[in-house]
């Protein structure tokens, strides 16, 4: 399963950095194998802070709730 992280300019001034790199570290120490984090220039919804994509839908993401986006989020799905 993918996770798009927008790295557009929006995004970036709104933490888009920090987003990834602590999805990366919730990726790397799940069990789940099948997780694939991707950057996207824009997705779109620069206005809702920074967007992430996953599973056809669009999240609004911050530094500080990318681990309950992952916990309630994505591990439910994979």
Do not use: Q, W
């Amino acid at each position: 399963m993918d996770i798009y992280v927008c790295i557009g300019s929006a995004c970036h001034l709104k933490g888009s950095y920090e987003v990834v790199e602590n999805l990366n570290d919730l990726i790397k120490r799940s069990p789940e194998k099948n997780i694939v984090l991707k950057s996207a220039f824009c997705l779109g919804k620069c206005s809702e802070g920074v967007s992430v994509k996953f599973d056809n839908k669009f999240f609004s993401v911050t530094p500080d709730n990318v681990d309950d986006f992952f916990k309630n989020v994505v591990m439910k799905e994979v």
